[in-house]
């Protein structure tokens, strides 16, 4: 069953990120290439040791790839994570669409593909190749079974292949086996393939293709109601469908699904972004609340109240999913996305940001205006309340996570989180207490970070203008007719922007495409702040040119390289989908009727 055949995975280089698919089951995710390669997934979880690790420079990829010329397109199933993988060849069309199995489990992967040779007989070529630990692990203890199932193991990992593979057969690369096969689909047939690779062994019997197709699309039809009354509507519910598929269980929602890809080639800004940031979040649940995206939202408000609960005034930036410690920075020995290293682990565990206080109480308020708040949710406001009296005055790290310093942003969204709380029926007898914490916060911030112009500025020490100064009005930090907040906007429009797209901030006085990307969930909080200043039209253009700002995929990444017309960061950035999301929401009704 051995063979020294090709190297197949010398077919599947690196792409741009633009032309990556995101399939997930709320557990986990994988990335898929134009070439139908998954070169990306952490199993049994987001923050585990990825088993596909190609995008990171690494070994292991789940390919299913035509045998021939071919040009790709692809699309979602509306309303799921299911990626058609299109493929136009000189005979006709091959699809394979792709899915984890949802909902997922815990400690079990499903990887679903159905190969559909739509107007011509399919010849693809397919190749597994798991590697567990990052690419170290390669697969051993390989065997087929009288069902003509393959099983292995890698690493600590069980793996088992079923369906269309009893033609597979096992190659050598290197010192590691993997799977391969060509496979001829008939003209208007399909053939399934079922990867299970699971942290536990796997005792029970395959799983049934159909059967988990049938029960994919049915929850994703469950877990993912439609809302009405958006813009972009059919955009606005992908970006649900992302937040979705990137919600575990627990409620915990990563940032990303990928770790390492650069903001910038060579620039040495990498990150790993598989944890959950309260900000995030909130920011997540905030924008389900305007869309009536319910379950979002309760998933959001009971991860921050138990986090809340637990930590109350030591409330961390970010946590695993599952609610634990994030590790620490360590670098893996791979050689990384083309232009940037291999990281993992996040520094966010040294930090405090004060806004994650204030974004939790907006969080809470946002879900008791819809009577979706328990008891807990009430307490937890409260823990958050203590927290900002207790802190408020302290340096923080801020949103953007530099150096710790009085940050403006942080303090003025604790004042919109406690002025939102305070106007909920929930708290009606801390309210007064509540707003008169904010008036404090407020004069004191206005005393030491207003610039000489009447905006705000970055803080005391910091005169410059920031794009997250236009979110603490928007939210209720300060009506939208104060100076302060038309002149945080103008500044931002004149200072922070071009081409229509929008920057965090100045951080030289050189061009600003040349020191960082355009900060995509900035041009749409920019979109927000015109709307909320009643310039509807300039609003939706800022929202419409921020919205083209992805693939094919409709992903969007952290940054947007304007010059190249490039995502830039860690793939899908959850807090650009939340922000979309909002706007889809907001932006369909004008000012004046809200």
């Not at 519910?237 to 269980?249: F, I, K, N």
């Not at 907006?362 to 949710?377: F, H, K, S, W, Y």
């Not at 408020?392 to 969204?413: F, K, V, Y």
Request: glycine share 10%; hydrophobic share 40%; proline share 6%.
């Amino acid at each position: 069953m051995h063979s020294q055949g090709h190297d197949w995975t010398e077919r599947f280089p690196p792409h741009v990120l633009r032309d990556y698919a995101l399939i997930a089951d709320g557990e986990r995710g994988g990335m898929v290439g134009p070439r139908g390669d998954i070169v990306w997934m952490c199993v049994p979880r987001w923050d585990s040791d990825a088993v596909f690790a190609t995008l990171a420079g690494g070994d292991g990829l789940y390919a299913v790839t035509p045998s021939r010329r071919c040009v790709w397109g692809g699309h979602y199933e509306d309303g799921t994570l299911i990626w058609h993988s299109r493929w136009i060849t000189d005979d006709g069309i091959i699809e394979c669409q792709e899915a984890l199995a949802f909902p997922g489990a815990p400690d079990q992967a499903i990887v679903l593909r159905k190969i559909v040779a739509v107007d011509c007989p399919a010849q693809v070529d397919v190749v597994l190749d798991p590697r567990a630990g990052f690419g170290e692990h390669g697969m051993r203890s390989i065997s087929r079974d009288e069902r003509d199932c393959w099983t292995a193991r890698t690493g600590e990992l069980y793996l088992r292949w079923s369906g269309s593979v009893s033609d597979a057969t096992i190659q050598r690369k290197g010192a590691a086996d993997l799977l391969v096969m060509s496979l001829t689909v008939p003209a208007g047939e399909s053939r399934d393939l079922v990867l299970e690779v699971s942290a536990r062994p796997l005792l029970a019997a395959p799983s049934d293709p159909a059967k988990a197709w049938h029960t994919t699309r049915t929850q994703w039809a469950q877990a993912v109601p439609p809302v009405s009354g958006l813009i972009a509507a059919r955009d606005a519910r992908r970006s649900q469908v992302v937040l979705r598929g990137m919600t575990g269980s627990s409620g915990g929602m990563v940032a990303a699904a990928t770790t390492s890809l650069p903001e910038r080639a060579e620039q040495g800004r990498n990150y790993d972004y598989r944890y959950a940031w309260i900000r995030d979040q909130c920011y997540a649940g905030q924008a389900a609340a305007a869309a009536g995206a319910f379950p979002l939202l309760e998933d959001a408000v009971r991860f921050v109240s138990e986090r809340l609960h637990a930590d109350g005034p030591k409330l961390a930036p970010a946590y695993t999913v599952t609610g634990g410690r994030v590790p620490d920075q360590r670098k893996l020995g791979l050689p990384g996305y083309p232009g940037g290293f291999d990281l993992v682990g996040n520094w966010v565990n040294d930090q405090f940001q004060l806004d994650a206080l204030g974004e939790s109480l907006l969080l809470l308020a946002a879900a008791a205006r819809v009577q979706r708040l328990d008891a807990g949710g009430q307490q937890a406001a409260e823990i958050a309340v203590d927290a900002i009296s207790k802190r408020w005055q302290e340096p923080d790290a801020g949103i953007w996570e530099i150096d710790n310093q009085p940050w403006t942003h942080s303090r003025l969204t604790c004042v919109a989180g406690l002025r939102a709380a305070a106007a909920a029926d929930d708290w009606s007898k801390q309210a007064a207490d509540w707003s008169q914490l904010a008036d404090a916060i407020l004069a004191d911030t206005t005393a030491r970070s207003v610039h000489p112009s009447g905006r705000w500025q970055r803080s005391p020490d910091d005169a410059r203008v920031d794009a997250a100064l236009l979110l603490p009005p928007i939210r209720g930090a300060l009506p939208r007719e104060d100076p302060r907040t038309v002149g945080t906007l103008r500044a931002c429009m004149d200072e922070l922007t071009q081409d229509g797209y929008a920057y965090r901030f100045r951080h030289d006085s050189g061009p600003l495409a040349e020191t960082e990307g355009a900060f995509l969930l900035c041009g749409f909080v920019l979109a927000l702040g015109l709307h909320q200043q009643g310039r509807d039209i300039e609003a939706m253009r800022w929202f419409e040119r921020n919205r083209a700002a992805c693939g094919p995929p409709g992903l969007y990444s952290e940054e947007y390289d304007i010059n190249q017309r490039q995502l830039r960061g860690n793939l899908p950035q959850a807090f650009v989908h939340a922000l979309f999301l909002e706007c889809a929401a907001r932006l369909a009704a004008p000012q004046s009727e809200l």
